[in-house]
C-alpha cells in the first residue's frame, strides 16, 4: 500500500514537472523579419511589427498554452488599455491628479480624464490637474480617454484610445499618480489587436505563415 501510494506521488511529480517544463521551454524572444514577439514567465506577451510605409504596429496581452503545440495569444483592446494609478493621502484641500508624459503617450492629441463617470478635457499643456474638494469630495474610479485630433502624419488603426476604468482603493486619498501600466508603448494609435493562436515547432514559432526563431535579448523599450 505504500509502495503505490509513493507511487502515485511520483507519477504526480513527474506529471507537474512535465507540464512546467513544457509550459515554459516556449518562454523567451523570437523575430521573423521585421516582426518581434516576447513570450514572458508570468504569461505576457509583447508584440512589435516594425515598417516604414504603413508604420509600426504593436500590442501585447496575455498567452496560454493550448494542447501539445499551440499558443493563444489575447491582446488588450484600445478600448481597455491598461493604466496603474498610485494613491497618496497628503495634507491639502484639492484633489491632485498627476498626469502621464504627455509627449511620451498623447502628442497631437485631445485627451479627457474620466473622473466618477464623467469627462473632463484637459488642456495640452497640463501635466497636474487639481481639482475641487467642494466638487469632487471623493474620487472613485479613474479613467483616460484620447481622440486622435487630424495632425498624426501617419496611417493609424483607431481614432480614439480609452483606458481601463481604474477603481479607487481608499476614498481618503486626495493625490493620484496617473500613467500607463507599461512603458514601452510606442505609437498608442497603431495598437494591433490580437486573438490568435500560433504553432509551436521545435525551437521556433509559425504565426501567420512566418516563421519566428529564437532570439537574444528583445529590445522593446
Known amino acids: 500500500m505504500r509502495v503505490l501510494k509513493y507511487g502515485i506521488l511520483f507519477g504526480g511529480l513527474l506529471m507537474f514537472i512535465s507540464c512546467a517544463t513544457s509550459q515554459h521551454s516556449i518562454i523567451g524572444n ?35 498554452r493550448i494542447g501539445d503545440n499551440k499558443v493563444q495569444l489575447i491582446s488588450v483592446k484600445h478600448d481597455s488599455i491598461p493604466i496603474k494609478v498610485f494613491e497618496q493621502r497628503c495634507d491639502i484641500e484639492d ?3 498627476i498626469l502621464p508624459n504627455r509627449d511620451r ?3 497631437e492629441t485631445n485627451l479627457f480624464i474620466q473622473i466618477n463617470g464623467n469627462n473632463y478635457k484637459i488642456a495640452k499643456d497640463c501635466s497636474v490637474l487639481k481639482l475641487s474638494k467642494l466638487k469632487f469630495p ?7 480617454v484620447a481622440f486622435e485630433d487630424g495632425k498624426l ?14 477603481q479607487v482603493k481608499n476614498n481618503e ?35 501567420n505563415g512566418q516563421k519566428f526563431k529564437v532570439m537574444g535579448r528583445l529590445m522593446f523599450d
Open 30 to 64: 523570437y523575430k521573423s523579419y521585421s516582426e518581434l514577439l516576447q513570450l514572458t514567465v508570468n504569461n505576457t506577451f509583447k508584440y512589435r511589427n516594425f515598417s516604414v510605409v504603413s508604420g509600426s504596429t504593436w500590442a501585447y496581452g496575455q498567452w496560454k
Open 105 to 107: 503617450y498623447f502628442l
Open 95 to 97: 484633489r491632485l491628479i
Open 138 to 144: 471623493k474620487i472613485e474610479t479613474i479613467a483616460l
Open 173 to 207: 486619498n486626495n493625490v493620484f499618480y496617473v500613467d500607463f501600466l507599461q512603458d514601452d508603448l510606442f505609437g498608442l494609435y497603431h495598437l494591433w489587436e490580437i486573438d490568435d493562436t500560433i504553432t509551436i515547432k521545435k525551437n521556433s514559432l509559425i504565426w
Open 153 to 166: 502624419r501617419t496611417e493609424r488603426a483607431y481614432t480614439y484610445l480609452r483606458t481601463s476604468v481604474y
